[in-house]
Structure formats: C-alpha cells, structure tokens
C-alpha cells in the first residue's frame, strides 16, 4: 500500500549506523504504545511494544523509549540495514474510563527511513 | 498461522458500483478492525468487532459503508455506492483481547487497494 505521504517526515541513515525514530503521542491517558513498520504494498507490521510503567524495552536490534514527562516515544534501531527502509508508525491506546483497557490503537502520521547502502 | 487473509489485492470499480472487500482474521483473535489508508490522512479506524459483534463503527464515513461479521472467520466491509474518494488502500487487523497475557499488537493482512474511477 502507498503509505508515503508526500509530506512525510524522512529520515536517511547510512548502513550499518544507528537510527532514531521520533513520536509525540497525544494522549496522557494512553497506557499502551506499539511501533509498527510498513515496507511499501504490505500491511503495517509489529515491530515492538511498550507498556505505560515501563520507560524502555528492547527486541532484537531495536529500543522502544518512552517518556510520558512529555508524551514522547522513540524506536531505536541499532546496526540500520537496508532491509530497514519503510515506513514506521508509532501507535497509542488509550485506557477507557470505565477502567477497561480495550480500545482501538490510534496511529500517528509515520516517518520514513531510508538507508543509504 | 497464514495470517490474516485480505480479498481481494487489488479492486477497481466504477463509480456507483458496489464493493465488497473481504478479511479472514487469524484464528483465535476476538477483535477485528477495519481501518482505510490514503497519503493525505494516514490510516484511520472505521469499525471494530469484538466477538463478532461490532463495537464501534464512529469511523465509518457514511451511509455507504457497512461492516459485518457473521462468525469468527469472516467479515465484510461494503461500500454502495462506491465513490472516487473512497479510493484507498484498506486493511483489516485482528488482535488477542487485551489481559490474555499476549502483546496487544495487530496483525494487519496485506490490504485491499480500492480505485473508484
């Protein structure tokens, strides 16, 4: 699917160096954020996920940052490989007020990563 | 696990004609979520099922969208009449309920890309 927009924020990094995707949530009552990756003509894939009580979680080669002080969330990937190249979004799930925790993941806009071989 | 299973992969239609895209959602999943995807808005959620039943269909945009979902391994998103702003690219996700001790991540299939000429 086309997911690029053309005004998409783009980030290009050189193989094999460390990139760092930004997100400002929206939500301070949101307890539940994921990072998902889109290559181009395929569906938004998981990537990593972090719980509101945790500041950091780490997968394999990448880091999810968050810091609720001021509503920023941050993927890091360590050693960019071309594979890398897509889209990534950041999402957000809001706890509900009835103290449930179903509710639907809102996306942010995505930035692009370009890696340079 | 296929995944979840999208039909079809490309769909282009008249204007006025009706469209139905259809989504499998993997096995075991109580939640499914339509969501349409274009540059200038990014990917938005129009409906959501749990346990077949939908929960909150805010997103839909009008009259000439519907969803069903008639039992746990089939759902339907209808548009009638289709229009050429409802061209897109449109995903359907399904997830594990929220406390089942599993991430909350979507998988999303690959999309069905809509053009209303």
């Known amino acids: 699917g086309e997911s690029v927009g053309l005004h998409l924020p783009t980030l290009s990094v050189q193989e094999g160096d460390n990139s760092i995707i930004n997100c400002a949530y929206s939500?301070?009552?949101?307890?539940?954020f994921i990072w998902y990756k889109q290559e181009s003509g395929k569906g938004p894939q998981f990537i990593i996920d972090?719980?509101?009580?945790?500041d950091k979680r780490q997968g394999q080669r990448v880091t999810v940052l968050l810091n609720k002080t001021v509503k920023h969330l941050s993927l890091q990937i360590a050693a960019t490989q071309p594979g890398d190249s897509a889209v990534y979004f950041c999402?957000?799930?809001?706890?509900?007020?009835?103290?449930?925790?179903?509710?639907?993941?809102?996306f942010g806009k995505g930035t692009k990563l370009s890696v340079k071989p | 696990d296929a995944g979840v299973i999208q039909s079809p992969r490309h769909e282009v239609t008249e204007m006025g004609q009706e469209v139905t895209l259809r989504c499998k959602p993997i096995?075991?999943?109580?939640?499914l979520f339509w969501y349409r995807q274009t540059m200038m808005r990014g990917l938005e959620l129009l409906i959501y099922?749990?346990?077949?039943?939908?929960?909150?269909d805010s997103g839909m945009p009008e009259d000439r969208f519907s969803a069903k979902m008639p039992n746990a391994s089939f759902s339907t998103l209808k548009i009638q009449p289709s229009e050429p702003r409802d061209s897109a690219v449109y995903f359907c996700?399904?997830?594990?309920?929220?406390?089942?001790?599993?991430?909350?991540?979507?998988?999303f299939g690959s999309g069905t890309r809509l053009t209303v000429v």
């Open positions: 099922f749990n346990n077949n039943v939908p929960i909150d």
């Open positions: 999402a957000e799930k809001k706890r509900l007020s009835y103290g449930g925790s179903q509710g639907n993941l809102i």
């Open positions: 972090i719980r509101s009580n945790m």
């Open positions: 939500n301070s009552a949101s307890d539940y």
């Open positions: 096995s075991g999943h109580d939640y």
């Open positions: 996700a399904s997830s594990f309920p929220p406390g089942a001790g599993l991430s909350y991540g979507y998988t």
